[in-house]
T-cell receptor
Framework: KQEVTQIPAALSVPEGENLVLNCSFTDSAIYNLQWFRQDPGKGLTSLLLIQSSQREQTSGRLNASLDKSSGRSTLYIAASQPGDSATYLCAVRSSGGSNYKLTFGKGTLLTVNP | NAGVTQTPKFQVLKTGQSMTLQCAQDMNHNSMYWYRQDPGMGLRLIYYSASEGTTDKGEVPNGYNVSRLNKREFSLRLESAAPSQTSVYFC???????????????FGDGTRLSIL
C-alpha cells in the first residue's frame, strides 16, 4: 500500500527566504507525482505535475524534483512571499492496482511572514 | 471559467437523513472523483468515474453511492448520514487517456458537511 509522508508538517519563514518542502513515498512504482496548494476554506490548486520519466518541473518561482528510485520529491520555492502562505500537498499516482487513485500526503502548512 | 462547481457549499444534517452532493465540470474532462478531507487523515478517495457510464470504489466507499449522470456531472449520495461522515468533500476532474490519467486533477472548492 502506497504511503506518502510530508515533512515538515508546518514551516514558518520570513519573506524573501528560499525554502524546500519534502515529500516521500513508499512504493517507487508511480506514474506521476503532483504538488498542490490549498488555501484555507478552498479546494486544491495544481502547481506542478512530474511524470515518472521526468526529473523536475519548473513554474515561475517553483521547482519540483523527483527521485523515483529513492521515493522522494522536493518542492523548492524561491524568494518566498506572504502570498505563498498555504498548505502544500503532494500526491502520487501509483502504477499498480487502480491507476486512477491519487495517494495524498497530509501536507505542509507554510507561513511566510512579512 | 467555472472549472469544477460543487453544491451546496455548506450543509448540516441530522443522523439518518439523506442528501446528494452535486458536482459539475465544464472542462470536457472524462474522469471525475470524489474525495473526503479530514483533519490528520489527508484526502481519501471515495469513488471515481474513469469515464461516462462507469464508476468504481475508491479507498473509503462505505456509506456512499455515486451517479455519473453525464459527462459533466458526478453526484455523491449519503443514504443514511452518520456523524463519522462529517467532513469536507471535494470533487475533482481530469482528462484521462489510454487507460491511465496523466493530466492534473482540478478540484472544486468543497462541500463542508456536518452530521449531528
Amino acid at each position: 500500500k502506497q504511503e506518502v509522508t510530508q515533512i515538515p508538517a508546518a514551516l514558518s519563514v520570513p519573506e524573501g527566504e528560499n525554502l524546500v518542502l519534502n515529500c516521500s513515498f513508499t512504493d517507487s512504482a508511480i506514474y506521476n507525482l503532483q504538488w498542490f496548494r490549498q488555501d484555507p476554506g478552498k479546494g486544491l490548486t495544481s502547481l506542478l505535475l512530474i511524470q515518472s520519466s521526468q526529473r523536475e518541473q519548473t513554474s515561475g518561482r517553483l521547482n519540483a524534483s523527483l527521485d523515483k528510485s529513492s521515493g522522494r520529491s522536493t518542492l523548492y520555492i524561491a524568494a518566498s512571499q506572504p502570498g505563498d502562505s498555504a498548505t502544500y500537498l503532494c500526491a502520487v499516482r501509483s502504477s499498480g492496482g487502480s491507476n486512477y487513485k491519487l495517494t495524498f500526503g497530509k501536507g505542509t502548512l507554510l507561513t511566510v511572514n512579512p | 471559467n467555472a472549472g469544477v462547481t460543487q453544491t451546496p457549499k455548506f450543509q448540516v444534517l441530522k443522523t439518518g437523513q439523506s442528501m446528494t452532493l452535486q458536482c459539475a465540470q465544464d472542462m470536457n474532462h472524462n474522469s471525475m472523483y470524489w474525495y473526503r478531507q479530514d483533519p490528520g487523515m489527508g484526502l481519501r478517495l471515495i469513488y471515481y468515474s474513469a469515464s461516462e457510464g462507469t464508476t468504481d470504489k475508491g479507498e473509503v466507499p462505505n456509506g456512499y453511492n455515486v451517479s455519473r449522470l453525464n459527462k459533466r456531472e458526478f453526484s455523491l449520495r449519503l443514504e443514511s448520514a452518520a456523524p463519522s461522515q462529517t467532513s469536507v468533500y471535494f470533487c475533482a476532474s481530469s482528462f484521462s487517456s489510454a487507460g491511465f490519467a496523466v493530466q492534473p486533477q482540478h478540484f472544486g472548492d468543497g462541500t463542508r458537511l456536518s452530521i449531528l
